[in-house]
T-cell receptor
Framework: IAGITQAPTSQILAAGRRMTLRCTQD?????MYWYRQDLGLGLRLIHY???????GKGEVPDGYSVSRANTDDFPLTLASAVPSQTSVYFC??????????????FGAGSRLTVL | GQNIDQPTEMTATEGAIVQINCTYQ??????LFWYQQHAGEAPTFLSY??LDGLEEKGRFSSFLSRSKGYSYLLLKELQMKDSASYLC??????????WGAGTKLIIKP
């Protein structure tokens, strides 16, 4: 079934630890995105990639890094987790990031708790 | 700055009609999206408007007025499964989506 797979589904992490959230899509979409969603706030863009080999910073990039070695994978790394990074993380993809009709497909989300 | 305003929560009755409003201010405009998000799940695409007017898709319709910076999502013949959050997201001049906090819709029998 075509779509986006995120892992892990949920994770409890000690502050200061390194964590990588995985995201894989099989739709051959060019663009991929990482968002965080916190209660009472809209989705906030962390990092994005318009095409394989390129990445860009979103609204809240500090403390996060990404890579896009190929079309399918877009991992998000927290180098040293802090409690304020407790959130639900959504990976998304779309066919063309420079088109108006840029419909996003989302993964199921990764719930991260940093203690 | 860029800003999205939509009601935090609305309540409606099964079988009724509800309108969820969204006002926005963005740097440039390349259309507006509505997404539905059930609790604990991912957002899913509902509609996209780039021109003024009403777009109808089954029980759901979406309206856009670019000059007023205003959109609404109209849900008819409400069903219990429509209980969800509805996210308004205009797209700015850089094709970046600006997300509202969402409107939580509660459907009562």
């Amino acid at each position: 079934i075509a779509g986006i797979t995120q892992a892990p589904t949920s994770q409890i992490l000690a502050a200061g630890r390194r964590m990588t959230l995985r995201c894989t899509q099989d739709m051959r979409h060019n663009a991929m995105y990482w968002y965080r969603q916190d209660l009472g706030l809209g989705l906030r863009l962390i990092h994005y990639s318009n095409t394989a080999g390129t990445t860009g910073k979103g609204e809240v990039p500090d403390g996060y890094s990404v890579s896009r070695a190929n079309t399918d994978d877009f991992p998000l790394t927290l180098a040293s987790a802090v409690p304020s990074q407790t959130s639900v993380y959504f990976c998304a993809s779309s066919y063309d990031s420079s088109s108006g009709a840029n419909v996003l497909t989302f993964g199921a989300g990764s719930r991260l708790t940093v203690l | 700055g860029q800003n999205i305003d939509q009601p935090t929560e609305m309540t409606a009755t099964e079988g009724a009609i509800v309108q969820i409003n969204c006002t926005y201010q963005t740097s440039g405009f390349n259309g507006l999206f509505w997404y539905q998000q059930h609790a604990g799940e991912a957002p899913t695409f509902l509609s996209y408007n780039v021109l003024d007017g009403l777009e109808e898709k089954g029980r759901f319709s979406s309206f856009l007025s670019r000059s007023k910076g205003y959109s609404y999502l109209l849900l008819k013949e409400l069903q219990m499964k429509d209980s969800a959050s509805y996210l308004c997201a205009p797209m700015d001049s850089n094709y970046q989506l600006i997300w509202g906090a969402g409107t939580k819709l509660i459907i009562k029998p």
